[in-house]
């Protein structure tokens, strides 16, 4: 079974594959630019900023792929979950739809902020 065939009864609705389409999007958006600031080098970056103490965590770059990383679990997860209750309540499965890409934009924003502190 392939994971179009096993996804295909959820991506029927319009609303929840364009959402896919744009989580998806967002998140190879994520591991594009990681890999771009990262250059696939373990250099330190500064991972974790307070505003009231300023840099806390300065670890190996690599740790930023942990970001889309779990994006994209979470994704699959989110999927899942909606093929479950599709056929029950279309529109819980539509919530997970666009719960999932809010999470993403969250994702971006936080990925986002830990490259200006990096600057």
Do not use: C
């Not at 600031?37 to 670890?59: S, W």
């Amino acid at each position: 079974m392939t994971l179009k065939n096993f996804f295909s009864g959820v991506l029927a609705d319009k609303q929840i594959r364009a959402n896919t389409y744009i989580t998806l999007s967002v998140n190879i958006i994520l591991w594009i630019a990681v890999l771009i600031k990262t250059q696939g080098q373990a250099r330190p970056l500064p991972l974790h900023f307070n505003a009231f103490y300023g840099i806390e965590l300065v670890d190996s770059g690599l740790w930023l792929f942990v970001i889309p990383g779990a994006g994209m679990s979470l994704v699959l997860m989110n999927l899942w979950l909606a093929k479950q209750v599709a056929g029950y309540d279309i529109f819980l499965a539509r919530v997970l739809a666009y719960g999932g890409t809010v999470m993403h934009l969250l994702l971006a924003a936080a990925v986002a902020s830990i490259f200006a502190v990096s600057a």
